[in-house]
Each structure stands twice: as C-alpha cells, then as structure tokens.
C-alpha cells in the first residue's frame, strides 16, 4: 500500500527501491560513457529535435501525429525496440506510438512522452528558429518534443554501453495528451496496461525550477458542466415570486458561491471558463464554442457553464464535488440547475515512493556534479499522462524533460544545454534502476 506524505511537506525518505546508481562517488566505466556518448551526440539530437518541430503535429492534425510519430518509431526501432502503432479512431484522434524492450533484468521502466502539440495547422507559430547557440524556438520545443527527445538520446546512451540488453522498458507516446481523446477511459487505456507491465514510471514533460526539481505530485483535472434553467417571461416582471430571477441570475449564484465555498484551498481551483445563457443556448465543449439567443427584455431560461476542478487527491476531489453538487441542489426559487462531472486526468498524489525516487534521482544528480533534488509545488504544474499510471506503478517521477520557457504560447522556448543534461540524468537514473 501506498502512503501520501501529508501535502508535500516532505520528510527525510527511506531509499524504498533497489539497484541506485553511483552516488556522491567515481561513475563507474559503463556510466562515464554513457556520459561521454551524450555529450558526444547532443548536436545529433538537436537535428532531431528540430525535425520533429518542423512537422505539425497539433492534437487535430492526424496526419501530422502520425508523422512525427514515425520519425520516433524509427529511431526507437534503431534500438532494438519493437514498436507498434496504436489508431484510436474510436477516440477521434490520431492514435499512440508505443516501443517496448523485454528482458528479466532490474526494474521495468515507463518512459512517457507525448507526440502532438497545443499549435494546430492554422497557428502562425510552425518552425523551428535557433536564436542562438543555447536557445530556440518553436512549437512544442519544451512541450513536449524537446522531452520526447531526451528519452530518446538517453537511451541510444544506454544502448551504445549494452546497457539495454536484458531489461525491460517501455516508452509511451500519446498522440492526444494535448486534448485527450474521449472517452478518456480508452484513449488511454494502453498506457495504463503498459503500467502493469511496469515498477517504474518517468515522465519527460518540460522540467519546471531547473535541474534541482522534479514532480513528485501533480493535480488531476475534472471537466464540469452546469446547466440552468428559469422561467421565461417579459423582462418588466423578473423578481416575481411565481417567476423568480432566471437562470442567468441563478447560474451567476451557483457561481459566486462555489468562489466562496471552495477558492482558498491549498491546491484545489476551480475555474469556469465558458458561460453562454439566453433564451436558448448551446456549448460545444469539443469545438470549445458556444452559442446563445436572447434578447434584453426577455428574462433568460437558459444558461451552461464549463469549466474545470482540480485537486491533488481523490479525497479532496470528492470533498470538492461534493460542495458543488449541494449548492447546485439550492438553485433560486423558480430555477433548476443540475451538474455533470467528467474525468480528464486523475491526481498523481505525493506517495513517499515518489519521494524515495526523488531521492535516487538527487544522488544521480550528485553524481554528475548537480545540484541536489527537491520536490516541485504541484500547484505550479498542469496535468499530465503519467497520472493515469501513477497509482499502478511503484513509484513515479515528472519533469524530467528539458528546461525551457512560455510553453503553449507563440515564444516558446527551448534551452538548448539543457537536452544533454538531462538525457544524463535519465540515463544514469534508468542505469542503476535496471541493475541487479
């Protein structure tokens, strides 16, 4: 069983897990070059890195998730991995790629990574730009192909060393993280699999405060819809006892009360993000649009708010709920309200098997001469895939990708250094994990 260290506040973690790389002494032969095959092929994974970016891969581009998704799939299959393609047409979205390694030795390891990115074929944001020797830009750069790229050098790293050999790894690239596929359930319903396939999950998503950070914790996301409706009437006779107020004015509300309910606690938001009201209305959550007809001397029948809740446990995600669906039951006179709730993305909540992870990544640091690891705030994170296995594996860690700035945004940045560092990291910490 799994235990959650009360909300980050962490506590000096026992090592929990086996086979740590070298710590604060001498690499050994095998994990100098491993170091010294990276520093040697960083200009190489640049190329591809900016190869990758110069293909639109936008979550609704298909045709441009499956390229970039077979420009991966040959330099994974380069290492001995057998790869495989999987549609998620039922998903309505491109499909996934994933590659994977068998063998009896050391923990099995899950490398996540995500193919598609937030710049779908009509941005103005398309190529890859070096701005100079250690920067460029572009989409996606940090989010996450500049990750997807990492994984990949580090594990040409550990297959030059025949470090590869007799393990088990699986590497896992979404095609939707962007914009999950529904039902979310299917759309990753492979990568919770690989997750019984696996002890170890990794997550290389952009690397957040530097290469002295790492996610321990990371928020779930909950999708909901309210709908309201009133009692439509000439707009002279709103406040009526047997009219009441409409459901725009019961919708505002419901609205300002979940603000007072909830808003102040640590690492739960709540945010509405759409409105539309009228005397009909419609929201499109899938187009993300909304349309509405009314008119200012009508008193509205209508109105539909979506928005998102997010929390770092399944306690506190309940709690939330909760308190919503009984403010919801005490709609205004004359107005009934009801809410939905879907899951997007569950918490990966703080186990102190993340922690004692943490701790091995800390003394890889060590190792090469880095700083020392501590847990990121998981209210300065979104959420990820490595959610949804989270709970499955034996520990999990995130933001091992590489650091960079303004991601999802047209000045997307990538600190170009920054890949070789932490495809070592990687390396090293996938090295010792995969020992006897």
């Not at 050098?153 to 550990?158: S, T």
């Not at 290389?204 to 439509?232: C, D, S």
Request: glycine residues 10%; aromatic residues 6%.
């Amino acid at each position: 069983m799994k235990s959650t260290l009360t909300l980050l506040v962490a506590a000096p973690a026992a090592v929990l897990l086996c086979g740590t790389p070298a710590a604060a002494q001498e690499l050994s032969q095998a994990e100098r070059a491993i170091v010294e095959y990276i520093d040697a092929h960083a200009e190489d994974a640049i190329s591809l890195l900016e190869r990758v970016v110069n293909i639109n891969s936008g979550t609704m581009n298909f045709a441009g998730v499956r390229e970039v998704g077979r420009v991966f799939e040959s330099e994974l299959a380069a290492l001995g991995f057998r790869t495989r393609w999987i549609p998620m047409d039922s998903a309505h979205r491109a499909g996934h790629l994933f590659a994977e390694r068998r063998g009896g030795q050391g923990r099995r390891m899950l490398l996540i990574g995500h193919l598609d990115t937030v710049f779908e074929q009509d941005s103005p944001f398309q190529r890859f730009e070096r701005l100079d020797a250690s920067v460029a830009r572009g989409p996606g750069v940090s989010d996450m192909k500049g990750g997807d790229v990492v994984i990949v050098l580090a594990l040409q790293a550990l297959h030059a060393v025949g470090a590869l050999d007799q393990t088990s790894v699986i590497v896992a690239f979404t095609g939707d993280e962007e914009h999950p596929g529904d039902p979310v359930d299917y759309a990753r319903q492979h990568l919770r699999e690989a997750a019984l396939r696996s002890d170890i999950a990794l997550g290389f998503e952009g690397n957040v405060g530097g290469v002295g950070m790492a996610t321990v914790a990371r928020r779930g996301v909950t999708a909901w819809t309210l709908h309201v409706r009133g009692v439509p009437a000439h707009s002279s006779q709103i406040f009526r006892e047997d009219l009441g107020s409409g459901a725009i004015f019961a919708a505002a509300r419901i609205l300002n009360e979940f603000r007072e309910e909830l808003a102040g606690e640590e690492y739960l938001t709540l945010n509405p993000g759409v409105i539309v009201g009228g005397t009909t209305a419609d929201l499109d959550m899938e187009q993300s649009r909304g349309s509405a007809f009314g008119k200012t001397n009508v008193i509205a029948e209508t109105a539909i708010v979506s928005g998102d809740l997010r929390a770092l446990s399944d306690l506190q995600l309940q709690r939330a709920k909760n308190r919503m669906s009984h403010i919801v039951e005490d709609a205004l006179p004359h107005a009934e309200a009801t809410i939905e709730f879907r899951e997007l993305y569950p918490p990966m909540e703080p186990y102190a098997e993340n922690y004692a992870l943490m701790e091995i990544l800390s003394q890889v640091n060590r190792a090469l001469g880095y700083e020392e690891v501590a847990p990121l705030d998981p209210g300065l994170r979104g959420a990820a895939d490595i959610s949804f296995v989270a709970e499955t594996v034996e520990a999990a860690l995130a933001g091992l990708g590489v650091i960079g700035e303004d991601s999802h945004t047209v000045e997307e940045t990538v600190d170009l250094t920054s890949i070789p560092v932490m495809a070592k990291r990687a390396a090293l910490l996938i090295f010792g994990l995969t020992r006897e």
